[in-house]
């Protein structure tokens, strides 16, 4: 094993001999990831079942089932997200609950996932904004995993995103409040632009996430320069991003023309 | 360097031939199609080989088509959320294809089938609700009791102000209580022969709630008119401290979930004292002693693997009051004490693939002093049960479940009564009484859920029960069905029959009749129930006959001579839209009986004939959520003079309840209620029936218990 060239030549053959098995961990994840963030940028629901079915696939395979089981609740909260804009809740409630088991046993698995707690806190939000009357038993829960996933990793751009959306819907009084919610997305988006990958399995979703909800909160305040500015910077991140390029900058248009 | 490029390029052709070889392996091709029951195709479902990657997801027609490379027996996996897990075994060879055909079966056997009851509300959270712990707690007038929130249900009869439910034209001891399974003998606080003040449970104990005002079926017995089945709470989901102060109550709960959520525990407490309440809202009766109770819980469920759950339910309550007798001829106040202890370990266990087995263990006593006048005795019961069932259900369209049932009641009855009933005189004539009694029932039954190919659901079944004293069996067949019209609109029907032994004590040589056997109800009902998305719509009609009822006799004490009948219509309406919520229900009730000392078909005291309620509840800006509720009913029944068996009535009640309740959080981690009630808003006094001297030339009316009267407090959860 003295000779370098047979050791790169040792590793390429171990490469192609798990490409020849069909998988490699680390490219399969990618490739999920990959898949899902196309799904979302098209809103398409057969891509987004499809992005969902590939991680089922992967945790029933064992592949770093806490992981594949974080990513298939997060394609089930987008299925969640695409069916209450088609205000379809029986679909919106089932694929909820499909979501909420999922984020449960990546818990369950790993324990110390700060993200996995955020998701999860952000579906029971939306498991009582389906049924309002769940509130008083799920909404502390949903505050106690909030704090559990900050307490893991209070700099998580991801975390501090969900922190914001639910403090986008959680009222004032609760500790929310639209101010709060700015404030948490404000350093989401600083958390996003230092943040490095270092392992690319992880979750990479929601830089343009978080430009595009400070945008639409400074549309609301009707701060428009600041909210093009965001989605600006959103649409810069990803330029093929749909809810920004589809559905905010055109209202923000309205917005701006009806103000002249 | 050069070295270096062409070992990498050595390699990577290496690896494109590796892989190519893979890619051009002859595949197994495997299509086929995923549907429901109904034989519905399901789009979206995921169909793969196990431990891989290599599977596809179902068009909109639920068909799916793909390729693997493994060879030899390869397990095929297939889901669908809401559905249970679909596998089966495939043999690959390579160049060859497959179809297959995949029916996905609903999620969880445990899961309660899709048969609409007749004349039954389910509370259970997750499905098809009416009435959960949030609406027992939110409907206004009900005191956070259960059992008051049940007496908004249609079939109920509003027969005085406590909590005792009379269904359908019969008497309160005709509707049996369990709690995970277990017989609940005396489930009221405060009892009175009508039943008593208040639910023995907190409705934040209970996890779901099923009520049958009629047609129940044969899993339950020892009751003529109707079931309430409650179910204790499972593993909380995180740790709770609750504190609750009211104007007239304490109470204290905690709960811990432990072992990764596989065990976990709840306690608690509550302590009541009306002295306040009664004293600030200037009560009509006048109390020696105020009603006062304490109680206390302790709930362990353990699930030592994924399909098993072994729950141990432990609780005792105990009361007392002192409260004067309303009575023309004589002054007495009436003391009562009583304690309830009931002990139940109940397990659940998922034995084979299809068999759900339940067992439950259960011991219950209870104690009661009771005196006023001449009046003064101690009764003592002893209740131990047991009841194992197995549930078979080899897909959403059958499910046979049978079961057997052991109980052993002993009842001890000591002191002095009247010879005339409910009269306390202190001079009247009065005799001694020690004896007691042990009556053993055994029971079994067996019945099946059908959902047959034209849609319909049938449920029928048999229950065979023995009574010891009487040396009696009887065996009860009952069938109950839905048709379904629509997706939402389904007619629903049942019939049955049902047999209740009387108390031990009637059995007795000297107050009782030794040869007294078991009383009889039959039940018809036909209805018609609309549901869809928040709104609920019920109809139903009903004819009960009864026979062998317990008849007063001079010579013998009892025979089983008694008999009658009670017919009526119920309607039940719910509807939800934005922050209001709304239900009303009303029933007409017709009914007779020669039961008991009616010597002749007549009213009983119960035959209220027209009952209603209506309840609107509003969500409000600012966390703030009010409700407001009114009933009426008919006068009941009273017996103006000899003879006139229950001729006149009473002036109709009513009632109008609002409450306002505040959820804050004061320190960010905390869920705080603040509720504050008004009860009888219109401060209507209420009469329940006239109490006659001996010669009926005077009288005095049983009154309600408060004009209008206020109700506050707050509980906070940490």
């Known amino acids: 094993m003295k000779n370098p060239s047979s050791v790169l030549i040792l590793l390429l053959m171990a490469f192609g001999s798990i490409l020849y098995a069909g998988e490699s961990p680390d490219s399969l994840f990618i490739a999920g990831k990959t898949h899902l963030a196309g799904a979302v940028n098209s809103w398409d629901i057969t891509e987004l079942m499809a992005a969902r079915s590939y991680f089922e696939r992967l945790a029933d395979a064992g592949k770093m089932e806490w992981l594949s089981r974080y990513y298939t609740g997060l394609a089930s909260n987008r299925i969640v997200q695409y069916y209450l804009g088609q205000n379809d809740k029986k679909q919106a409630r089932r694929f909820v609950d499909d979501a909420i088991g999922q984020l449960e046993r990546s818990i369950e698995l790993k324990d110390s996932f700060a993200e996995s707690y955020a998701l999860l806190s952000n579906l029971l939000g939306t498991k009582i904004g389906l049924k309002p009357i769940l509130g008083m038993r799920l909404g502390a829960k949903s505050g106690v995993l909030m704090s559990k996933a900050m307490q893991l990793d209070p700099n998580n751009p991801r975390v501090l995103l969900i922190s914001g959306q639910n403090a986008f819907y959680t009222p004032k009084m609760f500790g929310g409040g639209k101010n709060k919610s700015m404030e948490k997305l404000t350093r989401a988006v600083a958390c996003f632009d230092t943040a490095t990958v270092q392992n690319p399995v992880l979750p990479e979703w929601g830089h343009e996430e978080a430009h595009a909800w400070l945008g639409r909160l400074y549309a609301e305040q009707e701060n428009f320069p600041e909210a093009e500015a965001h989605y600006l910077k959103a649409l810069e991140i990803n330029p093929g991003y749909g809810w920004v390029k589809f559905m905010l900058f055109p209202e923000l248009r309205k917005k701006q023309e009806s103000e002249k | 360097m050069n070295r270096y490029i062409h070992c990498t390029i050595a390699a990577l052709f290496i690896t494109v031939y590796a892989y190519g070889f893979a890619q051009n392996k002859p595949g197994f091709h495997i299509s086929g199609s995923v549907m429901d029951t109904k034989g519905r195709p399901l789009a979206y479902a995921n169909v793969f080989i196990a431990q891989t990657l290599q599977g596809s997801m179902t068009k909109e027609s639920g068909e799916f088509s793909f390729v693997c490379t493994g060879t030899g027996d390869l397990t095929l996996i297939c889901t669908y959320i809401g559905y249970r897990k679909h596998t089966r075994t495939l043999k690959s060879r390579p160049g060859s294809s497959i179809s297959v055909t995949i029916v996905m079966d609903t999620q969880d056997i445990t899961a309660k089938p899709v048969t609409v009851y007749a004349s039954s509300f389910s509370a259970a959270d997750e499905k098809g609700v009416t009435l959960t712990s949030m609406d027992v707690v939110r409907t206004p007038g009900t005191a956070a009791d259960l059992f008051w929130a049940v007496k908004t249900l249609p079939g109920m009869q509003q027969v005085d102000e406590g909590a005792g439910l009379f269904v359908r034209g019969g008497d309160v001891s005709e509707t049996a209580v369990f709690l995970d399974g277990a017989l609940i003998i005396h489930p009221y606080k405060y009892e009175s022969p009508t039943g008593g003040y208040f639910g023995t449970f907190n409705p934040f104990l209970l996890k779901g709630t099923y009520f049958s005002s009629g047609g129940f079926s044969a899993r339950y017995g020892h009751a003529l008119s109707g079931v309430l089945s409650m179910e204790s709470r499972d593993i909380p989901g995180r740790k709770t401290i609750g504190i609750g102060i009211g104007l007239a109550a304490e109470s204290a709960a905690l709960e811990i979930p432990a072992k990764n959520g596989k065990l976990g525990f709840s306690f608690s407490g ?449």
């Not at chain 2, 010891?468 to 019209?485: E, H």
């Not at chain 2, 009948?565 to 509807?575: E, N, Q, R, T, V």
Request: aromatic letters at 14%; hydrophobic letters at 35%; a neutral charge.
């Open chain 2, 270 to 718: 509550n302590i009541s004292n009306t002295k306040m309440l009664f004293e600030l809202n200037r009560c009509t009766k006048t109390f020696s002693r105020y009603p006062a109770s304490f109680d206390v819980n302790f709930n362990t469920v353990y699930k030592p693997g994924p399909n098993t759950k072994i729950k141990l339910f432990m609780f005792r309550q105990d009361d007392k009051i002192g409260v004067e007798v309303d009575d023309p001829d004589y002054s007495t106040q009436f003391y009562g004490n009583g304690s309830n202890q009931l002990f139940n370990l109940q397990a659940v266990t998922l034995a084979a693939k299809h068999i759900l087995i339940k067992a439950n263990a259960a011991v219950s006593t209870y104690a009661n002093d009771s005196r006023a006048g001449v009046l003064d005795i101690t009764t003592k019961d002893k209740l131990l049960q047991a009841r194992a069932s197995a549930e078979y259900q080899p897909n959403a369209d059958f499910c046979l479940r049978i079961g057997a049932e052991l109980l052993g009641m002993r009842t001890d009855i000591a002191g002095m009564v009247p010879l005339t009933r409910e009269d306390y005189d202190p001079a009247a004539p009065c005799m001694k009484i020690d004896t007691d009694y042990a009556s053993d029932r055994t029971a079994g039954f067996i019945e099946t859920e059908y959902l047959t190919p034209f849609g319909f659901s049938l449920v029928p079944g048999l229950r065979i029960e023995h009574e010891s004293i009487s040396g009696q069996t009887s065996a009860d067949p009952r069938i109950s069905a839905a048709f379904p019209l629509s997706g939402s609109l389904s007619v629903t029907a049942a019939w049955g029959v049902y047999h209740q032994p009387p108390r031990p004590e009637y059995f007795d040589p000297y107050i009782g009749n030794p040869g007294l056997g078991l009383q009889k109800s039959s039940h018809i009902i036909g209805g018609l129930a609309y549901t869809r998305d928040e709104t609920i719509f019920r109809i139903e009609c009903y004819y009960k006959k009864y026979s062998s009822l317990l008849l007063e006799d001079p010579s013998v004490n009892y025979t089983n001579d008694g008999h009658g009948y009670a017919s009526g219509i119920d309607l039940f309406a719910k509807h939800r839209m934005g922050r209001f919520s709304a239900w009303a229900s009303y029933s007409y009730l017709h009914t007779r009986r020669k039961w008991m000392d009616l010597r002749e078909l007549a009213s009983p005291y119960f035959d209220i004939t027209h009952n209603a309620t209506g309840v609107i509840t509003v969500d409000l800006p600012r966390n703030l959520s009010a409700g407001c509720s009114f009933r009426y009913a008919s006068g009941k029944p009273y017996t103006p003079g000899p003879g006139m068996y229950n001729t006149e009535r009473v002036p109709p009640y009513a009632k109008a309840d609002i409450t306002l309740s505040w959820i804050h959080s004061f320190l960010g981690s905390d869920m705080t209620i603040v509720y504050a009630a008004v009860s009888n808003a219109l401060n209507r006094i209420n009469i329940f029936d006239y109490k006659y001297s001996a010669d009926f030339s005077r009288r005095a009316p049983v009154k309600s218990s408060f004009g209008r009267s206020f109700y506050f407090g707050f509980q906070v959860n940490i």
